[in-house]
């Protein structure tokens, strides 16, 4: 595509549920992101795939959130058991990374846990 | 791992003056240092980035400064416009030597231009 797209949008969910958050990176980007921004602060990361490597899972904050990278494209953050303080702006990003690494973001999933 | 700091949190000039954003990293082995802009509501989007086989770089009215010694680098915008009002983010990356291109961003500036 013509951008890094991700889905839903927004998502309101209830405390204890399970969210699914997808990201569509640009298609060729060996290196995707994803980071969670809370109101009005700033980019935490969360985890990074590159190409093939093991992923750096070293921001996600507890065991309740996971992610996976299907075929080296489409990639899912998996929140277990939502709790209130999930709810954030989840953004996916993904550069290219023979070349440059400029990282494309795209325009977020607004999850919020009630 | 990388730990990235910028200053000042929120800035506020009048349009037409300069501001200065600055950034300072840890790790040595950092060579790629990109600046993002985010306006209220948006995704961040790249304004300029700088590596460090260079100690400056410009784009119109927008310029970047890197001092490797120092471990740090800044923004330095001119003429400022009331479209510049936005968050500023700087980041670190070891680009693509060692260690893949995690980004590390710092925790952002809030660009105020009053006319």
């Known amino acids: 595509g013509a951008g890094v797209s991700q889905s839903p949008s927004n998502k309101v969910t209830e405390k204890g549920k399970d969210v699914e958050l997808r990201c569509d990176p640009i298609?060729?980007?060996?290196?995707l992101y994803w980071y969670r921004q809370s109101l009005g602060q700033g980019l935490e990361f969360l985890i990074y795939f590159q190409g093939n490597s093991a992923p750096d899972k070293s921001g996600l904050p507890s065991d309740r959130f996971s992610a996976e990278r299907t075929g080296g494209s489409v990639s899912t953050l998996t929140i277990q058991r939502t709790q209130q303080e999930d709810s954030a702006v989840y953004l996916c990003?993904?550069?290219?990374?023979?070349?440059?690494?400029?990282?494309?973001f795209g325009q977020g999933t607004r999850l919020t846990v009630v | 791992g990388e730990n990235v700091e910028q200053h000042p949190s929120t800035l506020s000039v009048q349009e037409g003056d300069s501001a200065v954003i600055k950034c300072t990293y840890s790790?040595?082995?950092?060579?790629?240092f990109p600046w993002y802009k985010q306006e209220l509501g948006k995704r961040p989007q790249l304004i300029i980035d700088i590596r460090s086989n260079v100690g400056e770089k410009k784009d119109q009215r927008i310029a970047v400064t890197l001092n490797k010694t120092a471990k740090h680098f800044s923004l330095h915008i001119t003429e400022t416009q009331p479209e510049d009002s936005a968050v500023y983010f700087c980041a670190a990356s070891r680009g693509l030597t060692g260690g893949g291109n995690k980004l590390t961003f710092g925790t952002g500036t809030q660009l105020k231009v009053e006319l």
């Open positions: 298609s060729g980007h060996t290196a």
């Open positions: 990003a993904s550069s290219l990374a023979a070349g440059t690494t400029e990282a494309f």
């Open positions: 790790d040595s082995a950092s060579n790629y």
